[in-house]
């Protein structure tokens, strides 16, 4: 069975048209591929692509390494080599539709096209030693110096409700200039699903990320585009006027009952009481002050989720949880937490399965 081509188009809706160039288009593929690992392939270090719109295609075509056109097949292919900010060979192709092609006699008159007999003609020519070794030291090396980006990644997929997570990365690390990374700006969107964007960077970049209104914009700029987000209300903490629906929302996730939120010194108590007698007390102040405690029927706290900032030891804080807190068998683990509860309640739901 043909294995899809991967549909570029998508990611550039948000970005005026004017602003979409070749080297934009295939910029965001390369900052983005490290995510692409997994993606079923014809040839592992080969990268398939589509655009369904001819004013892309055009820009492509002005900025590809080379031309190949197909002649047995009627249809071009705009390629673009690997390098090592991106190891794989990009190769994009034009159709009208996802369901519709169409065939050509003729090259388009835009750029030099190179006349080759078919597509496995193509896939012959760019699956050399040379690109493949390009390919496999890039993937190595990848995977080596973003461990710690995956690691939390994975840790956001297995105890939040992040369903994707999207990291950008570039050379040694940084998404900007490529140089070594010891830092990210992470943001997360969510409507119908969960996105966590994790942008790995140098001091100097995290310092100029830090200057954005948003990490949008931020990441935005790396494509040198003018995002057109609506202003932004930042907060630290969760608004009064959302404990409710939000406590509603997380006691249909634990099949449980609440009783009335309760607003104390340091933020909102609400206790979440289940049908077997195990309780959840969230107490909620801002996003880096707030605590989950699970009792047992006996009321004894077996579980403890908490931002406070006292064990430097532990990685991906000072977000942290306490397995059988205040005993011998005390364990005490990154949570990858938010300290917004309809975010973290699949670890909620987790961590007292654990003790059943």
């Not at 991106?86 to 750029?111: A, M, Q, V």
């Amino acid at each position: 069975m043909e294995l899809p081509l991967l549909s570029i188009d998508n990611n550039y809706t948000a970005i005026k048209d004017s602003e979409v160039t070749g080297k934009v288009m295939d910029s965001y593929i390369c900052v983005m591929s490290l995510n692409m690992l997994d993606i079923p392939k014809r040839k592992e270090h080969i990268l398939e692509l589509v655009t369904h719109k001819m004013s892309y295609w055009e820009r492509l075509i002005t900025e590809a390494n080379e031309l190949f056109w197909l002649k047995n097949e009627g249809r071009g292919w705009a390629v673009f080599f690997p390098n090592q900010d991106c190891g794989y060979t990009r190769i994009y192709r034009f159709k009208p539709s996802k369901e519709h092609d169409i065939r050509r006699e003729t090259p388009w008159e835009l750029g030099s096209w190179k006349e080759i007999g078919s597509e496995a003609s193509l896939l012959n020519i760019l699956d050399s030693i040379e690109y493949s070794a390009i390919f496999n030291h890039w993937k190595v090396h990848q995977v080596k110096i973003n461990s710690i980006p995956t690691e939390f990644a994975e840790g956001r997929l297995s105890n939040t409700t992040v369903d994707k997570a999207i990291l950008v990365t570039k050379g040694n690390g940084c998404s900007v200039c490529g140089k070594h990374s010891n830092h990210r700006a992470t943001t997360t969107l969510s409507e119908y699903s969960t996105v966590m964007l994790n942008i790995s960077l140098c001091e100097e970049h995290r310092k100029e990320a830090s200057e954005h209104p948003c990490i949008l914009t931020f990441f935005g700029s790396l494509f040198f585009l003018n995002l057109e987000i609506p202003d932004l209300i930042k907060l630290d903490h969760i608004p009064d006027e959302l404990i409710n629906p939000i406590s509603n929302i997380i006691a249909s996730n634990l099949n449980a009952k609440f009783e009335a939120p309760e607003k104390r010194n340091r933020g909102w108590h609400v206790r979440f009481k289940m049908q077997d007698g195990w309780v959840w007390l969230l107490r909620l102040n801002t996003l880096t002050d707030y605590a989950y405690m699970l009792f047992n029927p006996s009321n004894k706290q077996v579980h403890r989720i908490d931002s406070a900032d006292d064990h430097p030891d532990v990685p991906f804080g000072p977000d942290h949880q306490h397995f059988n807190p205040k005993t011998k068998r005390e364990s005490i683990q990154p949570s990858f937490s938010y300290g917004i509860p309809i975010f973290d309640f699949p670890l909620l739901q987790k961590s007292k399965s654990h003790y059943e």
